[in-house]
Structures are given as C-alpha cells and as structure tokens.
C-alpha cells in the first residue's frame, strides 16, 4: 500500500513539471483545442491527472485514529 502511494507522489510531481510550458517553442502558433491554446489544454490535463492521483495517494494513506474528536 505504501508502494502505491510513494508512485503516486511521485506521480504528482512529475506532472507539476509536465504542466509548464517549458518546452514548447516560443515561435510556434499554438493550436486551439476545446478553446484553449493547446499549451493550456496540456497543463489543464496534467492537473487533472495531479487531482486523480491526489486522491489515490489519499486512498492509501493511513490516519492515526487516535488523534482524538476535537476539544
């Protein structure tokens, strides 16, 4: 279980990196994909993979219930 949530993390993070524009060509015309420059449309897909994998790495973490209810 701790295996699944370590790639997730690491999942996460290499789509923060993914979703900069880096290494498109600043020259190019990007291209419009469900109305968005295809630049945008690329990091728009990466957060959703961050927030999928986000709550899978959620899914697989243990929480000490015995922090208490509250005051």
């Known amino acids: 279980m701790k295996l699944i949530r370590r790639g997730a ?3 996460i993070g290499l789509l923060f990196i993914m979703a900069i524009p880096w290494f498109w060509d600043p020259n190019e015309k990007p291209e419009i ?3 968005l420059p295809d630049w945008a449309a ?3 897909l990466c957060f959703i993979g961050v927030a999928v994998l986000n709550a ?3 899914t697989f973490t243990d929480l000490d219930g ?3 209810d509250g005051p």
């Open 33 to 35: 994909i469900f109305g």
């Open 56 to 58: 899978i790495a959620w």
């Open 42 to 44: 690329w990091s728009l």
């Open 66 to 68: 015995d922090a208490g």
């Open 9 to 11: 993390l690491i999942g």
